[in-house]
């Protein structure tokens, strides 16, 4: 499945974003989906992930409670709703697939990766 993420942007701390990613080429609902980022200078780290029938949420520690993410197989999209931004959150956001079965959170665990999309925490 190839994946296409949108909907970064500038905000302020506090704000909120909703990214967006768009599959095709494959069948989406067979892919255990997630967002990893990775901020300036940073290793790629893992954000959340979500089961094939939008089950199995989890997220990583710095941004539970602040995120959710979720998926509408019907429109083959997933998206990661982010709230009350912080500086820290400033990375590329990257949406990423596997059928790999389980809670994966590892970034070679997760084969198809989209291109990103920016997203930027300033005042």
């Known amino acids: 499945v190839q994946l296409q993420a949108s909907g970064g942007g500038l905000v302020q701390p506090g704000d909120s974003l909703r990214l967006s990613c768009a599959g095709s080429g494959g069948t989406f609902r067979n892919y255990n989906m997630g967002w990893f980022r990775q901020a300036p200078g940073k290793e790629r780290e893992f954000v959340a992930r979500?089961?094939?029938?939008?089950?199995?949420?989890y997220y990583a520690d710095s941004v539970v409670g602040r995120f959710a993410i979720s998926r509408d197989n019907a429109k083959n999209t997933m998206y990661l709703q982010m709230n009350s931004l912080k500086p820290e959150d400033t990375a590329i956001y990257y949406c990423?697939?596997?059928?790999?079965?389980?809670?994966?959170?590892?970034?070679?665990?997760?084969?198809?990766w989209g291109q990103g999309t920016l997203v930027t925490v300033s005042s």
């Open positions: 979500i089961g094939r029938s939008g089950g199995g949420s």
């Open positions: 990423v697939a596997t059928t790999v079965v389980g809670i994966r959170t590892q970034v070679h665990e997760y084969l198809n």
